[in-house]
C-alpha cells in the first residue's frame, strides 16, 4: 500500500515563501507530483519529480528526496491568489499512471 | 479550460433515482479516470480507463457503472447511491495511461444524494 502525509492547513503573508512538506511510504517509487486546487476548481498540474533534488518553475519550486520518502513545494512571492489546496500524488510503482494522492495541504495567504 | 470537460457541475439525486455524469476530453488522450473527492478525504482513485477499456476498478460498489464508449467520452451511471456517496467526482485523462503521463482533471460534478 501507499501512504502519504501533508499537513492539514497553513497560513503564509503575501510577498514571504512558504514550504508545504510531503512524507510518503510505497512499496515501490515511480514520481512525485504536485498539484493546485483552488474551491470549487480542477486540480491543476504543478510539479513531477522523479530524481533526487530540486525542480524550479518560476515562483514554484518542488523537492525529491527518494531515500527519506520526502518531498517539499515551495512557494515564493506568495499572492493572494496561491490560497488553494496544494495536493501531494504519488503514481503508481507498477509502471501505469494512477495516482495516490494525500489529503492536500490548504494554504491561506494573508494580505 | 482543462481541455476535460464534466457535466452536469451540480447535481441532485435522491436513493432511488438513476443518474449519469458525463466527461468529454478534447486532448487526444487514450487514457481517461473517475475520481471520488471527498470532504477530508484524499482524492480516491475508482476506475481507469484505456483505450476503451476498463484497467482498473478500485473495489467500487456496483451502484456505480462507468462506461467508455470511446477514448474521448467517459460516463459514469448512479444507482441506488446512499447519503454517503455525495462527493466530488472528478473526470481526468492522460495520453497514453502508462508511467511517464501527467494526469489531466476536469472541474468536477457535486453531486448531493438526498
Known amino acids: 500500500g501507499q501512504n502519504i502525509d501533508q499537513p492539514t492547513e497553513m497560513t503564509a503573508t503575501e510577498g514571504a515563501i512558504v514550504q508545504i512538506n510531503c512524507t510518503y511510504q510505497?512499496?515501490?517509487?515511480?514520481?512525485l507530483f504536485w498539484y493546485q486546487q483552488h474551491a470549487g476548481e480542477a486540480p491543476t498540474f504543478l510539479s513531477y519529480?522523479?530524481?533526487?533534488g530540486l525542480e524550479e518553475k518560476g515562483r514554484f519550486s518542488s523537492f525529491l528526496s527518494r531515500s527519506k520518502g520526502y518531498s517539499y513545494l515551495l512557494l515564493k512571492e506568495l499572492q493572494m491568489k496561491d490560497s488553494a489546496s496544494y495536493l501531494c500524488?504519488?503514481?503508481?510503482?507498477?509502471?501505469?499512471?494512477?495516482?495516490?494522492f494525500g489529503k492536500g495541504t490548504m494554504l491561506l495567504v494573508s494580505p | 479550460e482543462t481541455g476535460v470537460t464534466q457535466t452536469p457541475r451540480h447535481l441532485v439525486m435522491g436513493m432511488t433515482n438513476k443518474k449519469s455524469l458525463k466527461c468529454e476530453q478534447h486532448?487526444?488522450?487514450?487514457?481517461m479516470y473517475w475520481y471520488k473527492q471527498s470532504a477530508k478525504k484524499p482524492l480516491e482513485l475508482m476506475f481507469v480507463?484505456?483505450?476503451?477499456?476498463?484497467?482498473e476498478n478500485n473495489s467500487v460498489p456496483s451502484r456505480f457503472s462507468p462506461e467508455c464508449p470511446n477514448s474521448s467520452h467517459l460516463f459514469l451511471h448512479l444507482h441506488t447511491l446512499q447519503p454517503e456517496d455525495s462527493a466530488l467526482y472528478l473526470c481526468?485523462?492522460?495520453?497514453?495511461?502508462?508511467?511517464?503521463?501527467?494526469?489531466?482533471f476536469g472541474e468536477g460534478s457535486w453531486l448531493t444524494v438526498v
Open positions: 481526468a485523462s492522460s495520453p497514453t495511461g502508462t508511467g511517464g503521463d501527467t494526469i489531466y
Open positions: 510505497t512499496s515501490g517509487f515511480n514520481g
Open positions: 519529480n522523479v530524481l533526487d
Open positions: 500524488a504519488v503514481r503508481d510503482p507498477r509502471g501505469y499512471s494512477t495516482l495516490t
Open positions: 486532448l487526444g488522450h487514450n487514457a
Open positions: 480507463y484505456n483505450f476503451k477499456e476498463q484497467t
